[in-house]
């Protein structure tokens, strides 16, 4: 059975930081390309970042510079580090663990950020 969890969201004001987690079971960790996407009320869901199996990364044009993302395949997680936060990061932030035809998705994570 896999399970893509996700943690770390919260309320914090505009400057600050957070970081989210997520820990994926029942897959073959490694193999997978990790991704963060986020979805604010009433606009679509945007991918924010990805990690591919060979450390590859992409970084949506509105988080470069403020956001990175890791991985840990030991742990069988992937890691989303946001700083200086904006108003508009707001959203519901969702993991997705994507390799060929397979694809996972969590349960997401509130970020609130006040101005």
């Known amino acids: 059975q896999v399970q893509v969890v996700e943690s770390g969201g919260g309320l914090v004001q505009a400057g600050g930081s957070l970081r989210l987690s997520c820990a994926a079971s029942?897959?073959?960790?490694?193999?997978?390309?990790l991704a963060w996407y986020r979805q604010a009320p009433g606009k679509q869901r945007e991918l924010v970042a990805d990690i591919s199996s060979n450390y590859n990364i992409k970084l949506a044009d509105s988080v470069k510079g403020r956001f990175t993302i890791s991985r840990d395949n030991a742990k069988n997680s992937v890691y989303l580090q946001m700083n200086s936060l904006k108003p508009e990061d707001t959203a519901v932030y969702y993991c997705?663990?994507?390799?060929?035809?397979?694809?996972?998705w969590g349960q997401g994570t509130q970020v609130t950020v006040s101005s």
């Open positions: 997705n663990a994507v390799f060929q035809s397979s694809g996972y």
């Open positions: 029942g897959i073959t960790f490694r193999l997978y390309t």
